[in-house]
């Protein structure tokens, strides 16, 4: 593999923090190769949002007092094209990664997806295997675009289901979305072997805590695997508050009061979610503990926005901007060695941990001053 050093004198000032500039002009980065960060940790997983708009208006991530008639989403100018993502994917696949997942807003939202889908299909890791491409989704076109998805080379799908009580649901999502239509969407990806499929539900105290054993009542036996998500502190207008979490340690133990459940080990190194397995052979869930049980120490997720700004955390408030680069400036074109050459830079210098931080501070502490993170609906979750 080369280790071309590229010179990027220049090449980034006004795109990313001036620190950064004057970093890059001193101290060129191999173009190609793996990475790690000031933390040891490699670069393995990439999330590239494919829109910031979203039919549901969940108050976790959306709540439409915000994101209602007058806000300003993103004009279709600003977005990278098809084109552009498959080319920094390419340059992030030749520096590591293994997996992306195709994230928004919701990402079956983006028109024509599955050409971008074929595209990165065809992309192959450093060690020669096919790339693990997935996707998460609130599954309300997933009927309609399971077999199109899959035949265009989709692996599998995470989908994003909150309660089986309807009620509850299209209280949660605030578009009276019911939960008969995201099963069909399930049953679905089932039928088409869009496998394993993951269903993520986040947990709110007071809001749908009483779901977690009729979810895992429903999902039990069917080898797609719940996974119960620790309601986060992502962005700046869901209002979060700790007396909300409910932390995974008893949701594994209200679980386990009906249907025991036993640890199993990580598929990997980097997983975000715990993993257990109910003792009666009905399958396998898993929790998200990112309030209580930060997993920082081995966060390999790097995150491209849909107007192509690098994030190296989910709660980070400042990105990288890499369309800058793609499309030019001041009439300069860069090749894809230079783009992998700042990719590498700003890797390398990574050190975010924020769950980490803030679970070794008071509750009500603020972490990065009075800078405003990024929303996930702009970066995906
Ligand atoms: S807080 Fe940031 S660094 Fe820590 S696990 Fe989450 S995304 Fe990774």
């Given at each position: 593999?080369?280790?071309?050093?590229?010179?990027?004198?220049?090449?980034?000032?006004?795109?990313?923090?001036?620190?950064?500039?004057?970093?890059?002009?001193?101290?060129?980065?191999?173009?190609?190769?793996?990475l790690t960060d000031t933390l040891a940790r490699p670069l393995r997983d990439?999330?590239?949002?494919?829109?910031?708009?979203?039919?549901?208006?969940?108050?976790?991530?959306?709540?439409?007092?915000?994101?209602?008639?007058?806000?300003?989403?993103?004009?279709?100018?600003?977005?990278?094209?098809?084109?552009?993502?498959?080319?920094?994917?390419?340059?992030?696949?030749?520096?590591g990664?293994?997996?992306?997942?195709?994230?928004?807003?919701?990402?079956?939202?983006?028109?024509?997806?599955?050409?971008?889908?074929?595209?990165?299909?065809?992309?192959?890791?450093?060690?020669?295997?096919?790339?693990?491409?997935?996707?998460?989704?609130?599954?309300?076109?997933?009927?309609?675009?399971?077999?199109?998805?899959?035949?265009?080379?989709?692996?599998?799908?995470?989908?994003?289901?909150?309660?089986?009580?309807?009620?509850?649901?299209?209280?949660?999502?605030?578009?009276?979305?019911?939960?008969?239509?995201?099963?069909?969407?399930?049953?679905?990806?089932?039928?088409?072997?869009?496998?394993?499929?993951?269903?993520?539900?986040?947990?709110?105290?007071?809001?749908?805590?009483?779901?977690?054993?009729?979810?895992?009542?429903?999902?039990?036996?069917?080898?797609?695997?719940?996974?119960?998500?620790?309601?986060?502190?992502?962005?700046?207008?869901?209002?979060?508050?700790?007396?909300?979490?409910?932390?995974?340690?008893?949701?594994?133990?209200?679980?386990?009061?009906?249907?025991?459940?036993?640890?199993?080990?990580?598929?990997?190194l980097g997983?975000?979610?715990?993993?257990?397995?109910?003792?009666?052979?009905?399958?396998?869930?898993?929790?998200?503990?990112?309030?209580?049980?930060?997993f920082c120490s081995d966060c390999n997720r790097a995150?491209?926005?849909?107007?192509?700004?690098?994030?190296l955390?989910?709660?980070?408030?400042?990105?990288?901007?890499?369309?800058?680069?793609?499309?030019?400036?001041?009439?300069?074109?860069?090749?894809?060695?230079?783009?992998?050459?700042?990719?590498?830079?700003?890797w390398h210098?990574r050190d975010d941990r924020?769950?980490?931080?803030?679970?070794?501070?008071?509750?009500?502490?603020?972490?990065?001053?009075?800078?405003?993170?990024?929303?996930?609906?702009?970066?995906?979750?």
């Amino acid at each position: 593999m080369s280790t071309r050093i590229i010179p990027i004198l220049n090449l980034l000032s006004g795109q990313l923090t001036s620190k950064l500039a004057a970093d890059l002009a001193t101290q060129p980065f191999p173009a190609k190769g793996l990475l790690t960060d000031t933390l040891a940790r490699p670069l393995r997983d990439l999330r590239i949002s494919v829109t910031d708009r979203c039919n549901f208006r969940c108050s976790y991530c959306m709540p439409s007092e915000v994101f209602n008639k007058n806000y300003a989403f993103l004009p279709q100018t600003s977005l990278l094209n098809f084109e552009e993502i498959a080319r920094l994917a390419r340059i992030f696949v030749a520096h590591g990664v293994e997996k992306i997942r195709l994230t928004g807003g919701e990402p079956l939202l983006r028109k024509n997806l599955e050409v971008l889908i074929e595209m990165l299909a065809k992309m192959t890791t450093v060690a020669g295997k096919p790339l693990d491409i997935t996707l998460t989704t609130n599954a309300s076109l997933l009927a309609k675009k399971a077999q199109s998805l899959k035949d265009a080379g989709l692996q599998r799908v995470t989908v994003s289901l909150d309660a089986m009580d309807d009620a509850i649901f299209r209280r949660m999502n605030d578009v009276d979305f019911p939960v008969a239509d995201v099963l069909r969407g399930i049953e679905a990806a089932n039928k088409v072997g869009l496998l394993p499929i993951k269903i993520n539900m986040v947990v709110k105290r007071g809001t749908n805590d009483r779901e977690i054993l009729p979810m895992a009542r429903h999902f039990r036996h069917t080898g797609n695997v719940l996974r119960l998500i620790e309601y986060m502190d992502v962005g700046a207008t869901n209002g979060w508050r700790m007396d909300e979490v409910l932390p995974s340690a008893q949701v594994i133990e209200s679980i386990n009061a009906e249907f025991p459940v036993e640890p199993i080990d990580a598929n990997y190194l980097g997983e975000t979610a715990e993993r257990w397995r109910y003792a009666d052979g009905g399958g396998e869930i898993g929790v998200i503990s990112s309030v209580t049980q930060a997993f920082c120490s081995d966060c390999n997720r790097a995150r491209l926005s849909t107007e192509g700004k690098l994030f190296l955390c989910l709660f980070a408030s400042q990105g990288h901007d890499l369309r800058a680069l793609l499309r030019g400036n001041n009439n300069e074109i860069y090749s894809d060695d230079q783009i992998a050459s700042a990719v590498g830079h700003i890797w390398h210098k990574r050190d975010d941990r924020y769950s980490e931080l803030r679970a070794a501070m008071p509750a009500d502490a603020q972490i990065g001053g009075e800078k405003k993170r990024v929303e996930m609906s702009y970066i995906g979750g």
